[in-house]
């Protein structure tokens, strides 16, 4: 099984120790990293064609198992149009978030040890290429790219990303210039990276 896809809720049932997707069985502890992703789009054809605006929100849930092979959960979409709402695919997308809160509560504890793993002597642990070291500063290729000093940097937590914005740039704050902008996607293991940056 190197790749299985499947559909929430009718392809997934939870049991304490594991649980099933597209008839598969999913133990917790063969869980190695959890993606969260959710999708908006609009498109508003009012100004047009008189048409009322339509709205679109879905999500997936990816999982990485210790072997290699990889989930994929899709969750049925909510959308809107006009007046009329999909009232079922908002329940499901809340049900969905829930779904993978739980996941991401039962494996906690082996997905923040497995990123520990990777750290030494200088490097906290590692994260889609960057390396957080011990002394707060964060590499990427070889090159400091951030720090976690909030005397160098101004850092805002998005939903499932980091910004850092460095401070002391005269000219950026006069005309508001974005150009020290760094950001740090956490898609993945967002719950174990910031419980981890806590602690440096």
């Known amino acids: 099984m190197p790749y299985i896809k ?15 997707c597209a008839n598969e069985k999913i133990s917790y502890n063969d869980i190695k990293s959890i993606a969260v992703y959710v999708k908006e789009s609009v498109t508003n054809l009012t100004y047009y064609t008189g048409i009322p605006t339509f709205k679109d929100l879905s999500s997936n849930l990816r999982i990485l198992l210790l072997n290699g092979n990889r989930i994929e959960i899709q969750v049925c979409a909510y959308s809107e149009w006009g007046p009329f709402k999909n009232k079922i695919g908002a329940n499901l997308t809340d049900d969905a978030l829930s779904f993978a809160n739980y996941i991401e509560q039962k494996t906690f504890n082996q997905r923040k040890k497995i990123y520990l793993d990777t750290g030494n002597n200088e490097i906290y642990f590692k994260y889609q290429g960057y390396e ?16 976690l000093d909030t005397n160098e940097f101004k850092i805002t937590r998005y939903f499932k990303k980091l910004l850092f914005e460095k401070k002391g740039n005269f000219f950026g704050d006069i005309f508001n210039l974005d150009d020290d902008e760094i950001s740090i996607n956490l898609y993945y293991d967002e719950d174990v990276v910031i419980d981890l940056l806590n602690k440096i």
């Open 6 to 20: 499947g559909q929430f809720p009718q392809d997934v049932s939870l049991e304490d120790s594991f649980f099933l």
């Open 132 to 147: 957080f070291l011990k002394n707060k500063k964060i590499r990427l290729g070889g090159k400091i790219y951030a720090s």
